[in-house]
């Protein structure tokens, strides 16, 4: 049988580059080469795409000289990867194979936000993942809650600035926040992952540092009313029919699971199942799913939840549709105590692929009006 053509699609113009390079290595290494003919694309800080022998390991090593420019046209008449070229003086474009499917790997901006979603779209690819619908909202924190208000999904209240008012009219945005609810808050950039750009803010001159850190990062900023609570986390797989994995706890070794806590700071605990009642464990299971339907996901996703310590009320904080996917990452872990090994977890996702572009294929996109006009 002839090996699937995959292309693992990594780094990224965002915040959370090395971050998707450390959950690349894990993906790459769990697929099997006799199943998958693996073709690696790195896209740089700058966002150049690049092809070639070990260009992951180039990349992390921020070494790229000798790796190949390529690119992906959106046109499904040329579909795979092309190679760019310079030969006097003009750009060339060389189409040097074609693809079944794509497993973008890409966190934050530009990757999990439905953009380059859209672009396998226009170019009629297979690709592991949330489409663009899901991709997008899943990634924008404010329309997120937004949506989950809409489908009675229970969120903690929050207000959105921009980043344009807090650097002409900082005061002014303090006051709005302060009258907004009582301290604490924790404060983030609307389209960012990985924990970057947030902060936990107490007192004005936090909130202060909080706004001006977050700016740095979106154009829009979401802040919200913190709660004591528990960092609890599930997994889901699948398409229309979705699965949850058990839930799994995080016991941050910060005052929050932040940037540095998550991946610099071995004190960190994943408790994997979380110690919770019956009845929460199937809650939080069940928003997990109904989130994931309701914003059209596909795939895979990783659904966070607060839960309050005061009042067992559970809040669903975001849902992660390219999720952390290194080997001790919370995604696999979970569904790895749920009785799916890492391998079998990234063979379902290309399975899940491959069937979503199967239903694409289905759909109508040409209209032809009957001689009676019906």
């Known amino acids: 049988m002839d090996k699937l053509r995959i292309a693992v699609i990594f780094g990224g113009r965002s915040g959370e580059h090395e971050i998707s390079l450390l959950s690349a290595r894990s993906i790459i290494s769990a697929l099997d080469p006799n199943k998958y003919a693996i073709t690696q694309v790195g896209i740089d800080h700058q966002g150049a795409w690049h092809i070639g022998e070990g260009v992951l390991e180039a990349m992390e090593k921020g070494r790229l000289k000798g790796l190949t420019p390529a690119t992906l046209l959106p046109d499904p008449t040329r579909a795979g990867l092309c190679a760019l070229t310079m030969k006097e003086g003009a750009n060339l474009i060389e189409c040097l194979q074609e693809l079944d499917v794509v497993f973008p790997v890409l966190h934050g901006t530009f990757g999990e936000d439905g953009a380059i979603q859209g672009l396998f779209e226009m170019a009629d690819l297979a690709y592991v993942g949330a489409g663009v619908t899901a991709s997008a909202v899943g990634m924008d924190k404010a329309v997120f809650k937004d949506v989950m208000r809409a489908n009675g999904i229970p969120v903690v209240d929050s207000i959105t600035v921009l980043s344009k008012h807090i650097h002409a009219d900082l005061q002014g945005v303090l006051n709005q926040v302060e009258a907004f609810s009582e301290y604490p808050y924790f404060v983030k950039p609307v389209n960012l992952g990985s924990s970057v750009g947030v ?93 994931f339907l309701a914003i059209d996901g596909a795939g895979m996703a990783r659904v966070d939840f607060l839960l309050d310590r005061d009042t067992q009320q559970c809040y669903l904080s975001e849902v992660n549709t390219i999720p952390g996917f ?49």
């Open 326 to 374: 290194t080997r001790i990452s919370m995604y696999p872990k979970l569904w790895e105590a749920s009785g799916i090994s890492y391998p079998e977890l990234v063979d379902r996702l290309v399975d899940l692929a491959l069937q979503r572009k199967a239903e694409r294929d289905q759909i109508e996109r040409r209209y032809e009006r009957t001689q009676d006009g019906g």
């Open 199 to 291: 902060s936990k803010c107490r007192h004005r001159s936090d909130l202060l540092e909080g706004l001006m850190e977050a700016a740095r990062f979106d154009r829009r900023v979401l802040v919200e009313r913190a709660i004591n609570a528990r960092e609890i986390e599930v997994s889901v797989l699948g398409n229309e029919d979705p699965q949850a994995s058990l839930p799994g706890e995080i016991i941050p070794a910060a005052d929050f699971y932040s940037y540095e806590a998550k991946y610099h700071d071995d004190r960190s605990q994943l408790l994997i199942p979380a110690p919770l009642p019956q009845t929460i464990t199937e809650q939080l299971r069940s928003l997990a799913v109904r989130s």
